[in-house]
């Protein structure tokens, strides 16, 4: 009984997501996010990553110089550095050790990967998968994120962004409840944006 009741969940789960992309007027998109948010949007709809940044967070002043120059940051290199190392490290010391990345000056951190051996191939081979013609920028003010930091992201010349902060800014999605807050943030997004409005732009 436990294995059809798998397959039935299974086929309807499919079924929703196929639901949901009647939905959406394109499904050959990249989002390039901060953290999970690009990932569950994925998921939700079914959709194969097309973005090197699912499974993984960038602290926000980091991925602000990313999206400013995403073109060339692109082209880097990953170079794995150790744990300790990890200018995030303090806030991390007592988590279980995941792969950190140095892309020039930015870090990343690929919180859902098991060695620096997956989190590379992954990166290299969604980062072939990029459509530049339909890109969608999206932070959340999180992990080390100011409200400078979001000033500056809003100040980008992008044509598809949005932003999802606690502090104030003209142009963010106001959530206050991402102050201090940790673990999935979709729920809490979803009270307050649909996630349709950016990706039918």
Same mark, same amino acid.
């Given at each position: ?11 309807? %789960?499919? +079924?929703? *997501? ?12 990249? $989002?390039? /996010?901060?953290? !999970?948010?690009? /990932?569950?949007?994925?998921? *939700? ?5 097309? /973005? ?9 002043? %980091? #991925? ?27 806030? +991390? ?8 990345? @140095?892309? @020039?000056?930015?870090?990343?951190? #690929?919180m859902h990967y098991h060695s ?20 969608? #920028?999206?932070? /959340?003010? @999180?992990?080390? !994120?100011?409200? @400078? ?6 100040? +980008? ?17 106001? $959530?206050?409840?991402?102050?201090? #807050? ?11 944006y649909d996630d349709l409005t $950016? +990706?039918?732009?």
């Amino acid at each position: 009984m436990g294995k059809v009741k798998n397959v039935i969940i299974k086929i309807n %789960d499919k +079924l929703e *997501k196929r639901k949901l992309r009647q939905n959406l007027k394109s499904t050959d998109f990249t $989002i390039i /996010s901060n953290n !999970c948010w690009g /990932s569950f949007t994925y998921q *939700k709809y079914g959709i194969e990553y097309k /973005s090197p940044t699912v499974g993984l967070y960038i602290l926000g002043h %980091d #991925f602000v110089k990313l999206c400013a120059n995403w073109e060339v940051y692109f082209k880097y290199k990953l170079e794995f550095i150790p744990w300790e190392q990890a200018s995030y490290y303090y806030a +991390l010391v007592n988590e279980k050790p995941y792969p950190v990345a @140095r892309l @020039r000056d930015i870090e990343i951190y #690929f919180m859902h990967y098991h060695s620096e051996k997956e989190a590379a191939d992954k990166w290299y081979r969604r980062i072939k998968r990029i459509n530049p013609e339909h890109m969608i #920028f999206k932070l /959340s003010q @999180r992990e080390e !994120c100011s409200k @400078r930091d979001i000033e500056n992201f809003m100040q +980008l010349p992008l044509k598809h962004k949005v932003c999802f902060a606690y502090d104030k800014v003209d142009g963010t999605i106001n $959530i206050p409840e991402l102050k201090g #807050f940790s673990g999935d943030e979709m729920k809490t997004i979803n009270r307050y944006y649909d996630d349709l409005t $950016i +990706l039918n732009e």
